[in-house]
């Protein structure tokens, strides 16, 4: 493995001379950012951000990778943008985040190590990155003085700070005192200070603290040989003589007994359908236990990552072999047991944020258990493990940043009340309401299929979210296509008959 500890840490990120493009670069794109950003709705106007910050990176640094390389990390940061046309939430934002960052270490050579130290290094370089402006403000001004800059720059360094934090406490004591904001406006220090706009320039600060380190990549730090610390058990400190060969064959037996009960009943009871004990209903016993068999498999887990350990004559016995696989097996459907307890449950409570969360962090728990016995099979390292598991969490977040959640639970829960078996079935119209504007198609379905009901208060909301979202789309720069698409509907729902009348 490729020693990260190559990657020395340096304060002198790039050569003196870079210093005016730099600086340069970081001025050209926070002006950029305030014409796309400041008081402005943000939809498209975040991937033409992200592709700027690219053309910087590349300017600013040069490409130091490989032909290939460059086209694999061009392909990241267009793949990371993609939700940001889809629309505008935190996964997205976070997404173009990890793209950048990605972006910016791999076309200036500064990966090292495999895809487990590749993603620490990632998360590492975005999390220091606003640290990085202070730790060149004395390299900068070094290389001010060395070009003959007066030396009263040197002094106004020790202003920096009360100056910063006085302005902050100011606005802060004139948003919470109406007194002091009475002062402050009726303050008269000329017309240029008039102008001046503490929101702005707070602004301007934020945005050069965030992009002054990707303008500047080289490898800065060095993490620990993750690889290598991720293949050593940690149970082997202190830990280890509880995982005897023997307590650990004792456990599988007992385990795959206990185990087989639950599932046993699982498939009685919610495969089958057998009829429950008096007084509880299939909902009941979906509840119950969905939530608690994801835990149960989560510590199934961490034990057989604790027992197979690599090398270890546990991981050689054929007789623990085949009792782990048996137990994940059990835990697999586990999790399938209640991935259907919870849709049990789903079809009686219907659909929310948090039950679609439940299904996709169930979907991920049996991944991992599958990739468990892979990694068991396979004779691979933890490391190994942990980067399978990194590249499925990705993917699972990725494939949902483009799925519309609030459009998905609202059509759910109007179709699940509308439909034949389920008449006069009560829906929270008010949860639904609180989805936002993505719910007005399922509001407005739900609206002309009872035309004997009052819609009034409904009604009102769903055209203030309408109202809302027609404000937004008036911006360019808040464009997305799930906005476009619900453009659409409204400017047809316009033309169309009335739903109900008020």
């Not at 001025?27 to 033409?48: H, I, K, P």
């Not at 730790?135 to 700070?161: I, M, N, Y």
């Not at 009604?459 to 979202?469: G, P, T």
Request: hydrophobic content about 55%; charged content about 10%.
């Amino acid at each position: 493995m490729t020693d990260s500890s190559a990657v020395a840490a340096s304060p002198t990120l790039v050569s003196s001379g870079n210093w005016p493009w730099r600086i340069a670069i970081v001025t050209l794109l926070a002006a950029f950012a305030d014409w796309l950003f400041f008081r402005q709705y943000v939809g498209v106007s975040l991937a033409l951000f992200i592709g700027a910050l690219g053309v910087a990176v590349l300017v600013a640094n040069g490409a130091g990778a490989s032909g290939r390389e460059r086209i694999l990390y061009a392909g990241i940061l267009v793949g990371a943008t993609l939700p940001g046309f889809e629309d505008i939430n935190v996964m997205s934002v976070l997404i173009a985040a990890f793209g950048i960052g990605c972006f910016a270490l791999g076309m200036t050579g500064a990966f090292k190590g495999g895809l487990v130290e590749r993603f620490m290094t990632v998360g590492w370089f975005l999390a220091s990155g606003p640290l990085q402006l202070v730790r060149d403000l004395p390299l900068l001004r070094q290389w001010a003085s060395e070009r003959g800059a007066p030396a009263s720059l040197g002094a106004l360094k020790g202003w920096v700070l009360p100056l910063g934090f006085g302005a902050v406490f100011v606005a802060l004591f004139a948003a919470a005192n109406p007194v002091i904001a009475h002062w402050l406006t009726q303050w008269s220090a000329g017309d240029t200070l008039k102008q001046l706009d503490l929101q702005r320039l707070m602004f301007w600060c934020f945005i050069v603290i965030a992009v002054w380190g990707l303008v500047g990549v080289s490898g800065r730090f060095a993490l620990p040989k993750f690889e290598e610390a991720a293949a050593q058990p940690p149970l082997d400190i202190g830990l280890s003589p509880i995982f005897t060969d023997t307590a650990i064959m004792r456990s599988l037996v007992l385990f795959n007994l206990l185990f087989a009960v639950q599932t046993v009943m699982d498939v009685h009871y919610l495969w089958r359908g057998a009829a429950l004990p008096d007084g509880m209903t299939h909902a009941t016993y979906a509840h119950r236990g969905a939530y608690p068999l994801i835990v149960t498999a989560l510590l199934a887990a961490g034990f057989v990552l604790a027992a197979m350990r690599a090398g270890s004559d546990a991981e050689r016995s054929p007789l623990m072999r085949a009792l782990v696989f048996l137990w994940v097996g059990q835990n697999v459907l586990l999790v399938v047991s209640a991935i259907l307890r919870l849709n049990l449950y789903v079809e009686t409570y219907l659909l929310t944020y948090w039950r679609v969360a439940a299904f996709i962090w169930m979907v991920i728990v049996a991944a991992g258990l599958i990739l468990i016995v892979t990694r068991i099979v396979l004779y691979r390292s933890n490391a190994w493990l942990i980067a399978a598991n990194l590249v499925v969490l990705a993917l699972t977040l990725y494939i949902c940043s483009f799925v519309n959640f609030a459009s998905l639970v609202a059509r759910y829960n109007i179709a699940q009340s509308l439909a034949p078996a389920n008449a006069g079935r009560p829906v929270d119209l008010n949860y639904i309401v609180e989805l936002g504007p993505q719910a007005i198609p399922a509001l407005d379905r739900y609206i002309a299929a009872n035309p004997g009901w009052n819609p009034r208060p409904f009604r009102a909301h769903r055209d203030n979210h309408a109202v809302a979202h027609a404000e937004r789309a008036r911006s360019w720069r808040a464009w997305t296509f799930r906005g476009w698409r619900l453009t659409r509907y409204l400017e047809a729902s316009k033309s169309a008959p009335a739903l109900t009348p008020l």
